[in-house]
């Protein structure tokens, strides 16, 4: 396979990891955000917690298999973004931690400040990464200060503060309620009663949130933010140079795409579709349809993200020539053969698996069962 088709490939790849992390993990995370409002008592918790808790660390596997994507495949953005995004990352790192001890230890002890305590846990373990990955990607729509030297070394030119700009903060709002709309949607289908009228109830609130955030930082981007544009030839087939171009900032420049490729303006126009229709499944009570429609929307957001930088990943503020893209960042020929090669083999696994797993723990968890089984449930 020619290598300018093997940088697409894997372009689609990550995206569809990236997505597979949102909608897989990220209802697990929505779940951790909306638990200490949903759950009144603490057999209403214990229900919403047993929801997620015996699946929630297999999810993880999409975000590793993200992480690990990125590194393999686009090496100078994985370096280039951890040094950059080193504390962003390290806090959602250590928000997370509190997810595998919240889980396991939470019910263990029968004590209300321990449990209680744990709750708050598995809460910040479900609402500041989706924040922080929301900023970082606000980030990249801005462009990062980073610059690399005649070695190809690159140099962070910013500051954590800068990170968090208004565009960026918006852009973690989109993400936390595209999150949390997919949990709600998925605690609809998992609950009944009055957890289930609590969640519908959030569901429509980030339902909102999620339309009204992403119309906003749309009308941002056409209007207040200057975008990448490569001014220079470039040939998909060459092996990797990202100073062997010239990129320019232009105003409207993240829109171009839209009008280069007719088929890209439907990426938008079905998330919001999808946003309308997760509303609507959600207040007739159709939770199986409403987290479908918030699936489709956490696909569509980030496919808008990609759709519009394309081919950038990494856009540079400080030098835009030192911009990463789809085509100067990568791996070599061979690496990204055989990584699709593992990838035509294994990612099917999962999914099957993963399938697996959600269907023989389907189905309704309620109060009575979490008494019935107080000993062995979470």
């Not at 989706?130 to 190809?152: E, R």
Request: glycine content about 10%; proline content about 4%.
């Amino acid at each position: 396979m020619d290598y300018e088709s093997l940088k697409l490939i894997w372009w689609l790849l990550v995206g569809v990891l990236l997505i597979g992390f949102a909608i897989m993990d990220g209802h697990d995370m929505g779940v951790g955000t909306l638990l200490p409002f949903v759950g009144k008592n603490d057999a209403e918790r214990r229900v919403v917690i047993n929801t997620v808790a015996p699946h929630w660390d297999g999810n993880q596997v999409w975000f590793i298999t993200a992480g690990g994507a990125i590194f393999a495949a686009w090496p100078l953005v994985y370096a280039t973004a951890f040094s950059g995004f080193y504390w962003a990352m390290m806090a959602a790192l250590w928000a997370l931690f509190f997810r595998p001890v919240g889980f396991d230890y939470r019910s263990k002890v029968q004590n209300a400040t321990w449990r209680g305590t744990w709750d708050w846990g598995l809460f910040i373990g479900g609402t500041v990464p989706p924040i922080i990955f929301g900023v970082a990607f606000g980030n990249l729509l801005l462009g990062v200060p980073f610059q690399f030297d005649d070695t190809l070394r690159s140099t962070y030119t910013g500051t954590f503060w800068q990170l968090l700009n208004p565009f960026a903060l918006l852009a973690g709002v989109v993400s936390l309620s595209m999150i949390t709309f997919q949990g709600a949607n998925y605690l609809m289908l998992r609950t009944e009663g009055d957890i289930y009228r609590r969640v519908r109830t959030a569901s429509l609130i980030f339902g909102a949130a999620t339309l009204v955030t992403f119309a906003l930082a749309g009308v941002w981007i056409m209007n207040g933010i200057d975008g990448y544009a490569i001014t220079s030839h470039i040939d998909p087939n060459a092996l990797p140079d990202p100073m062997d171009k010239t990129v320019i900032r232009e105003a409207g420049a993240w829109m171009h795409n839209y009008t280069l490729y007719a088929w890209a303006k439907w990426v938008p126009i079905t998330t919001f579709i999808a946003i309308a229709s997760g509303l609507l499944f959600a207040r007739i009570n159709k939770p199986g349809l409403a987290f479908i429609a918030s699936s489709i929307t956490c696909a569509g957001i980030i496919g808008t993200a990609g759709v519009s930088m394309f081919p950038f990943l990494m856009p540079s503020s400080s030098d835009p020539r030192s911009s990463l893209t789809v085509w100067d960042s990568v791996s070599s020929q061979m690496s990204l053969g055989l990584m699709l090669g593992a990838t035509v083999i294994f990612m099917p696994l999962i999914i099957i698996y993963t399938s697996w797993a959600y269907k023989v723990m389907r189905g309704k968890v309620t109060i009575d069962y979490i008494k019935t089984n107080d000993k062995s449930v979470y």
